[in-house]
Nanobody, 111 residues
Framework: QVQLVESGGGLVQPGGSLRLSCAAS????????MGWYRRAPRKQRELVAA???????NYADSVKGRFTISRDIAKNTVYLQMNSLKPEDTAVYYC?????WGQGTQVTVSS
């Protein structure tokens, strides 16, 4: 069993920044690929960013240059730094690892 707990969501104005965190706990040998997904209203869930244990990253085209995923292996935590936020970034953001999902954290970008 793996538990993933997200934090850091909230309401921010366009152009602002937020940092999401996802802390993993439970039984696992080593965290491999961890990712952030999001689900906007009336849209399907989509991959936002992912990072491997070696530090390789992958981003959705819509967030490249604005979002940065990182991880602290010692703390079993993955982060998503979101800058230059746009209204279309509004969604529930979920942390994912090996089939496990966090509960989600709401990000709302609005003036």
């Amino acid at each position: 069993q793996v538990q993933l707990v997200e934090s850091g969501g909230g309401l921010v104005q366009p152009g602002g920044s937020l940092r999401l965190s996802c802390a993993a706990s439970g039984s696992f040998f080593r965290l491999n690929v961890m990712g952030w997904y999001r689900r906007a209203p009336r849209k399907q869930r989509e991959l936002v960013a992912a990072i491997t244990s070696g530090g390789s990253t992958n981003y959705a085209d819509s967030v490249k240059g604005r979002f940065t995923i990182s991880r602290d292996i010692a703390k079993n935590t993955v982060y998503l730094q979101m800058n230059s936020l746009k209204p279309e970034d509004t969604a529930v953001y979920y942390c994912h690892y090996s089939g496990y999902w966090g509960q989600g954290t709401q990000v709302t970008v609005s003036s």
